[in-house]
């Protein structure tokens, strides 16, 4: 069988008034969280805008140091630029004279190696031309001799011959 229910004592009249304050409790503690909200916000606003102010100061504060920085270095580089430009013509005005030095030395030098050289081609050229007429020569007589041994062989060849055909066919 089913228990009975015990019966729910009804709320006293103090707990109905104790539940509305804390519903203004409540709604006080909601309000302040509001004010809270919008004080911050409103402070978060300031602070940024402050922030922007104070980037936007010290942005421009930067530019006129990098363009102070980029005045100083342009007149530095142009200084380098002519310092170096100077240097150069100078170095160049040296290799000049160095290369035309060089070049009068050198014509010099190939002045003489060419008359040496035409000298000596001419020597060689006497010497080949000698050798070479006594290999003439010398071709000569042996095309003479290789001639003269050449008829003779021949000569010898058409006499076996003959006498091997004489001596073969029936007469």
């Known amino acids: 069988m089913a228990e009975p229910r015990p019966a729910t004592p009804s709320p006293p009249d103090d707990m109905h008034w104790g539940i509305s304050f804390l519903r203004e409790d409540l709604h006080d503690v909601k309000h302040d969280v509001r004010d809270l909200r919008r004080e911050m916000t409103d402070q978060f606003t300031q602070v940024r ?4 102010d104070q980037f936007v100061q010290v942005r421009g504060e930067m530019t006129g140091q990098f363009a102070q920085i980029r005045g100083e270095m342009t007149d530095q580089f142009a200084q380098i630029r002519g310092e170096m430009a100077e240097q150069f013509a100078q170095v160049r005005g040296e290799m000049a004279e160095q290369f035309t030095q060089v070049r009068g030395e050198m014509a010099e030098q190939f002045t003489q190696v060419r008359g ?3 000298e000596q081609s001419s020597l060689e050229r006497q010497h080949t031309q000698a050798q070479f007429g006594e290999l003439r020569a010398e071709m000569r ?3 003479r001799h ?3 041994a050449m008829i003779t062989v021949t000569g010898i060849l058409t006499g076996i011959i003959i006498a091997f055909l004489q001596y073969r066919l029936p007469a």
């Not at 805008?49 to 922007?52: K, L, N």
């Open 49 to 52: 805008g402050e922030m922007t």
């Open 116 to 118: 040496e050289m035409a």
């Open 141 to 143: 007589r042996d095309n």
């Open 146 to 148: 290789t001639l003269t």
